[in-house]
């Protein structure tokens, strides 16, 4: 059971370059997330969706796309990479039931824009 | 927005002492959640409490959630170097929101020295 898969694992892009970051998840959950993760400041959620076809911005999209055309994937774009688009990225699916809301993270795509 | 806060950020101590991390924030969670990261992985879950009061152990770590819903910690007992990682606490969105999605604090990040 894979559970939810990025890739890439490392990427290096010049400023103004673009990219897609590849989410998939197995386990069927409905809701999927994309966080950036930077030194001393958590996790903080770019952009979400609640289901297929579905996405709602975050705390932090600018400069950011993403798109859920099938409930497995979610993918995150960069139009035109910025020095300040430098972090990791982790991708996240979550189900909901009752009161919980539980996540399981892929490992991080680790992002250097030069 | 809402906020979690987590103190200390950083934690350095001895293998054997016990410790307590904690995660605070002025909004009510429906759930409240622990993760642990390690270095170059994504964060896991740990527990998740639901209710105000809630009590749970897993082996030599104690989570605790508030009364109001709005605070938790985490104690561990006798610290092991397998305990060194960032633990994260995130907030469920409240059950009457459009998304259930998790707020993250910024992280403790905890080293156990043999």
């Known amino acids: 059971n894979a559970g939810v898969t990025q890739t890439p694992k490392f990427r290096v892009l010049k400023t103004g370059q673009s990219m897609t970051l590849l989410c998939a998840q197995d386990m069927n959950h409905e809701y999927m997330y994309w966080y950036r993760q930077d030194p001393g400041m958590g996790l903080r959620l770019i952009h979400y969706s609640v289901g297929e076809g579905t996405t709602a911005k975050g705390e932090v999209p600018d400069g950011y796309n993403v798109s859920r055309l099938k409930k497995q994937n979610f993918l995150l774009g960069l139009e035109s990479a910025a020095p300040s688009q430098t972090s990791v990225y982790f991708c996240?699916?979550?189900?909901?039931?009752?009161?919980?809301?539980?996540?399981?993270f892929g490992q991080g795509t680790r992002l250097t824009v030069v | 927005t809402q906020l979690l806060e987590q103190s200390p950020q950083f934690l350095s101590i001895q293998e054997g002492e016990n410790l307590t991390v904690y995660c605070n924030s002025s909004s009510v969670f429906s759930s409240l959640q622990w993760y642990r990261q390690e270095p170059g992985e994504g964060p896991v879950l740990l527990v998740t409490?639901?209710?105000?009061?809630e009590v749970k152990k897993l082996k030599r770590l104690t989570f605790q959630f508030g009364d109001a819903r709005k605070d938790s910690s985490l104690h561990i007992t006798a610290a092991q170097p397998g305990d060194t990682g960032l633990y994260l606490c995130?907030?469920?969105?409240?059950?009457?929101?459009?998304?259930?999605?998790?707020?993250f604090g910024s992280g403790t990040q905890l080293t156990v020295l043999p």
């Open positions: 995130a907030g469920g969105g409240p059950s009457s929101g459009s998304a259930r999605q998790l707020t």
């Open positions: 409490v639901v209710t105000g009061g």
């Open positions: 996240a699916s979550s189900y909901y039931r009752g009161l919980r809301t539980e996540a399981f």
